[in-house]
């Protein structure tokens, strides 16, 4: 919008336009050195201790000879997209002015293919920076559906993958998300009311809700992501991808009588379409 040479000068392009001169002038900077690798330690202990806030997890960093301030924390946690999974006031990411649907798998036996589809998005630590991977998970089978991995969190990649499992495996009678403001958008609740899905939404710091989703952030951390520094979003897309399709059709689940999601999921198809 801003033209820098245009005759008129950038300052009055700026009042126009009711933005802020600074906005305009301001580059983002990229994240240090020393604030990625305190990033990964903090994405460590989330996954083992999903409970920690910023002051706990200062105080467990200090006992590790790793001080920094709690608001320096609150604002890495904010930049990972995580918080933590305890009621707290005043922690909640979604838009104040997004709705948020109720909570639907209390007390509800999910046996059935395409039953219940959940999704979620974590960090992705690489060697110099970070992604989001964002993921559509059937918690019948855990076959992961669909995935993206994007550089910023946002709504759009988040209806993106939906659809794309929509387009593969046809539409689940649930889908069931945490209240994180790229769901509860509008553009991602559309897409799921508009099919006639029923949409679920995790109460606040309830992380029980939605753990078969975290259960699977923590096997492609611990098994692909922190074995190998990826050098770019490139390679993490690519190497994601590979770990995906594997541990769809070759890793087996002790909770599935050790087959593999693939497996399941076809298994436990046909007892939703006799049901039809």
Known sequence: MIDRDHRLSVARQAKLLQISRGAVYYRPRLTGEADLTLMRRIDELYLEHPFMGARMLRRVLARQGIFVGRRHLGTLMQRMGIEALCPQPGTSRRHRQHKVYPYLLRKVAIGRANQVWALDTTYIPMARGFVYLTAVVNVASRKVLAHKVAITLEACHAREILEQAFARYGAPEIVNTDQGSQFTAEEFTHAVLSRGVRQS???????????????????????RVYLRAYQ???????????????????????SLDDQTPEQTYWALLPALQGAA
């Open 201 to 223: 939404m995790d109460g606040k710091g309830a992380w029980r809700d939605n753990v078969f989703v975290e259960r699977l952030w923590r096997t492609i951390k611990y098994e």
């Open 232 to 254: 770019g979003v490139t390679a993490a897309k690519t190497g994601i991808a590979q770990f995906i399709d594997w541990y769809n059709t070759e890793r087996p689940h002790s």
